[in-house]
């Protein structure tokens, strides 16, 4: 029996009623059904990244959020776009996770990447979010690519999402990230 793939959510939204978080709550409940399981983890607690930090110490907040991403067999980032990008507190996550460069647990960690928001749907940040991801060496799923467009229209009163084809599309994405993982599990 092939055991459950296991994926840490990440979302570039601090906001408690996040359009992003309820996004990857929805790929939560999807990812059950494809053998897959989404631990959804937030940003809140990490510091603002300062090297003089590691002289002292990483942080607990660092340590704790560093080993949830290496036990994780993929990353799923969903991230806002702001002014064009991707959130400050994504990136300084990213940041951390990039520490120590010799050491880097994202090098070779399978990646997939979508964002809810406005009238493009957070494409530019998407974009901004791979070239890290890349300078990371990370493995990232190339499509299919889900960019939520007006994506309060597609929420229930109760933050859900409804629209069944954004939930297939989560899916599909779900189940190339799931073959990434073996893929590279078959290589290990």
Known sequence: MERTVNILGISGSLREASLNTALL????????NEGMAIDITRLNGLPLYNEDDEKLGVPRSVVEFQAKVREA???L?????????IPGVLKNAIDWLSRPPEQTITSGKPVAIMGAGGRL?????????RQVCGCLSMNTVLRPEI?????WE???????????????QISDMLRA??????NLR???
């Open 25 to 32: 709550r929805t790929a939560q409940a999807i990812a059950v």
């Open 73 to 75: 067999d993929a990353v």
């Open 77 to 85: 980032f969903a991230t806002p776009e702001y002014n064009f990008s």
């Open 121 to 129: 749907g957070t494409a530019r940040a998407q974009y901004h979010l």
């Open 147 to 151: 960019f939520v467009i007006n994506a």
């Open 154 to 168: 597609k929420l229930s009163p109760d933050g859900a999402i409804d629209d069944q084809t954004l939930k297939s």
């Open 177 to 182: 990230l799931k073959a990434l993982v073996l």
């Open 186 to 188: 078959a290589y290990d």
